[in-house]
């Protein structure tokens, strides 16, 4: 949101984005990591997980070569387009999205890369995390 580059090179879970000040139940976006070449410490998404009310949806990186990612919702896999209680994963191209439509919320996620999407009327100025 400040327009610097951060590494996300760690062996770990990082907090892509959160509210400072709750108003939406249980919001939050965050990228889970691993060292996929231990010989130069290079980190690999390994699982996007998006949480939404009662929601935990995962996109996991199954095999990077060639790519397979699993969609999982409460730790359950879900076929893809998916939607409930507000809250649709879907794929477009190579890409996976999770669509939060009441809140304005866009991720995705294609097993390399993420962008996150928040309107600034609902989220600017009580975010906090890496984005």
């Known amino acids: 949101f400040d327009g610097l580059y ?3 090179q760690g062996n770990c879970t990082y907090v892509l984005v959160e509210e400072i000040s709750p108003s939406v139940d249980n919001f939050g976006v965050y990228i889970d990591n691993y060292h996929c070449d231990p ?24 095999h990077m070569m060639p790519m397979e990612v699993q969609v999982q919702v409460n730790r359950q896999a879900v076929a893809v387009p998916y939607k409930k209680y507000g809250l649709e994963v879907s794929k477009s191209g190579i890409n996976y999205v999770v669509d ?22 609902r989220f600017g100025n009580n975010t906090k995390g890496q984005c």
């Open 100 to 121: 939060i439509p009441e809140l304005g919320v866009l991720v995705s996620y294609n097993g390399l890369s993420f962008s996150v999407r928040l309107p600034y009327h």
């Open 6 to 8: 951060y590494s996300y």
């Open 39 to 62: 010989n130069d410490k290079v980190s690999c998404p390994r699982t996007l997980i998006v949480r939404h009310e009662t929601q935990e949806v995962l996109i996991k990186t199954v």
